[in-house]
């Protein structure tokens, strides 16, 4: 636990030192929201507020925007020898993974908490109870840990940080077609039914549901399973993968 404690006040260091990962991670899903609540959603024929539409899938993609730094940080870490170091010293291996976990669910939540905040200024009334609150945390909570279990997999796989920061571009666009702006149903055909089948498209409707007040059940599962089963194919990937190269 020190090991992992202190590899993550090393990576948050990294982190406030870069400030393309602050912008990001924090500031470009808060200039999303903005630009889609004001500019861009009176084009869309969303009932009710499109404020209240909009946020949780903004949420999901402020913690898809944060990925490519996770990818990037964990390859400089293997490629300049950082984790190389850590093996001829004192130091338990599963904290330099752990650490790099810890500090995306951290950096994520962060950016999450600012957009929830701007969310309110401009609009944002969820009508959820307490206990609905507690599980919209726990699944951002779960969703956060399997993507970036998966992202530090995609960043001990790559070859270069060049190719880090490239695997995570799929993570990033899948939330962008998913129901996160639009309903699925509103789609053209193919695109459709990708975006009716694709992971965040669960997890939308989920925490959207969720934050609403009208928790749906069925979606809340799909959510769970596919972040279950993200997280385990992320770690057992990053744990196979950090055993052979380090």
């Excluded at 972040?227 to 190269?245: D, E, I, M, Q």
């Amino acid at each position: 636990m020190s090991n992992a404690t202190t590899m993550l006040g090393r990576n948050f260091k990294h982190t406030i030192r870069n400030p393309v990962t602050v912008f990001n991670s924090v500031l470009l899903p808060v200039v999303m929201l903005l630009m889609f609540t004001f500019v861009i959603g009176g084009a869309f024929d969303i009932s009710g507020n499109y404020i209240d539409y909009i946020t949780p899938g903004m949420i999901i993609l402020t913690i898809s925007y944060g990925l490519s730094a996770t990818a990037l940080a964990v390859n400089t870490d293997m490629t300049k020898g950082i984790i190389n170091r850590c093996k001829v010293m004192d130091i338990s291996r599963s904290a330099v993974l752990s650490a790099h976990v810890a500090s995306s669910m951290f950096r994520s939540l962060i950016g999450v908490a600012a957009l929830i905040g701007v969310a309110f200024a401009v609009g944002f009334r969820p009508a959820a109870s307490f206990a609905e609150w507690l599980g919209a945390i726990g699944l951002l909570v779960l969703v956060t840990f399997a993507t970036s279990w998966l992202t530090v997999a995609l960043g001990l796989f790559a070859k270069t940080p060049e190719s880090a920061g490239m695997a995570s571009v799929p993570l990033i666009m899948l939330p962008f077609l998913s129901s996160a702006i639009v309903p699925a149903g509103t789609m053209g055909p193919g695109v459709r039914q990708f975006a009716e089948y694709q992971p965040f498209t669960p997890i939308n409707e989920a925490l959207r549901g969720l934050l609403t007040g009208e928790p749906q059940v069925s979606s809340a599962i799909v959510a769970v399973a596919w972040c279950v089963g993200v997280a385990l194919v992320g770690y057992v990937w990053a744990l196979s993968t950090f055993k052979k190269r380090a």
